[in-house]
């Protein structure tokens, strides 16, 4: 297996520039076309956890659609071979000290680069 080809690399960097933009600009579009449309994607939530692609889909209808810009550090981003990839963030956003981390899986599909899993949660800075 090789790791972090560089074209490969690529291409889930750009699919991960584009659900963050989609993300913070509340792109509902988009956000549900970046997520394996089946009933086996997960995405745990800091509040909530979502089983299949219609729940994923159905929270990001009803979730709100301010404050949602952050920034992002410590990313690491690794091509496991060439369709799998594994998506690893902090975030902070302005006028909270908590920390966000966030964690994807993401698999080349005949569709493109899709998540398969995400895991979203928050801690206390001194944690």
């Known amino acids: 297996m090789i790791l972090d080809d560089a074209a490969v690399l690529e291409e889930v960097k750009a699919a991960f520039a584009e659900y963050e933009q989609a993300l913070i600009s509340n792109d509902v579009v988009t956000l ?3 997520f394996w449309n089946d009933p086996r994607v997960v995405r745990y939530g800091a509040t909530e956890n979502l089983y299949g692609y219609d729940q994923i889909a159905e929270f990001r209808k009803q979730r709100p659609s301010k404050g949602l810009y952050r920034e992002l550090r410590n990313t690491v981003i690794t091509a496991h071979g060439p369709d799998l990839a594994t998506a690893w963030t902090e975030f902070t956003r302005p006028g909270s000290e908590r920390i966000g981390r966030q964690s994807q899986v993401w698999a080349r ?8 899993a995400a895991h979203v949660s928050l801690m206390d800075p001194a944690s």
Do not use: Q, S, T
């Open 109 to 116: 599909r005949p569709e493109g680069w899709r998540i398969v």
């Open 32 to 34: 549900d076309k970046l």
